[in-house]
């Protein structure tokens, strides 16, 4: 039962860890520098954790990291799991529910998407104001686990204080901050652009393949969420341009720095 692995994951890791960090980061596309300014107490492979699932996917680590970011204490995921790589949902949002288990309050989660908005460009972070939940199998199926209700609302899924405190450093810095609404597919292809087209009459300001659920699930443990996104490609009719994974990487990297400046000084401000 998932439930008791959960259990068994994450009692594990409580006679393990060195601290009791309530800010958990998810170190996505795009938050590979900040991984480096982390200064690491505990590192653990994904595959050394009982019932963790191992990550696959070139440009993505797996590793679960227990160190400080400036004087804050925190919980990294380096390298998350996709539902393309063959993971079930359960699995795909494993880390969540222990890392609600282990105490955390916030998560700090990153991405690369193709922007669908036109007025987006190649380099841009958007920080994400909503979802829209575009895969063929649902986080919360099944059963439904004590951490929070059958029919979860979801009006204010990503956490109102976190974006003004966004766009605050934002403003202070310098950085061009856009905001929008990330849809959540399951990949692995990228769009053809008829489905670019469907995206953006649906509501969507970017696409991706991935977030969606781990947001869903930390939104039912009550963990409040921050999201951003690079858009390292667009979706955008006559901007549509051959897309391939190391272009994003290479995208995403290009923006790795000012991205790094604008979550440290988010998971730094932002109390509890
Ligand atoms: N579509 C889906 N996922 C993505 C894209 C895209 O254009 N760019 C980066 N991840």
Known sequence: MMYEQIQETA????????????????????????AEE???TMSIDYKDIPHFP??????????????????????????????????SMQEVTFPIRVMY???????????????????????????????INYF???PLHG?????????????ATYDKELIQLADEIAKEKGIKLQHGVYLGTQGPTFET??????????????????????????????I?????????????????????HEEVQKAANAVQPVMADLMREMIKRSAL
């Open 11 to 34: 009692n594990w890791l409580k006679t393990k860890m060195p601290s009791h960090p309530t800010t958990a980061i998810i170190l996505g596309t795009g938050l590979g520098r900040l």
């Open 38 to 40: 982390i200064s690491v």
């Open 54 to 87: 191992i990550s696959t996917v070139e440009g993505h680590t797996g590793r679960l990291i227990f160190g400080k970011l400036g004087d804050k204490d925190i919980l990294a995921m380096q390298g998350r799991f996709h539902y393309y790589e063959g993971y």
């Open 101 to 131: 288990e282990l105490g955390i309050k916030t998560l700090f989660v990153s991405n690369a998407s193709g922007g669908t908005n036109p007025d987006f460009s190649i380099g841009d972070m958007m920080v994400l104001t909503d979802h």
């Open 136 to 138: 063929p199998e649902h």
């Open 143 to 155: 059963p439904n686990f004590p951490t929070g209700p059958r029919f979860p609302d979801m009006h």
């Open 193 to 222: 652009p008829a489905e670019y087209r469907m995206f953006r009459i649906f509501g969507a300001d970017a696409v991706g393949m991935s977030t969606v659920p781990e947001v869903i699930v930390a939104h039912h443990c009550n």
């Open 224 to 244: 409040r969420v921050f999201g951003i996104s690079i858009i390292t490609d667009l979706g955008v009719e006559g901007k549509i341009l051959e897309v391939s």
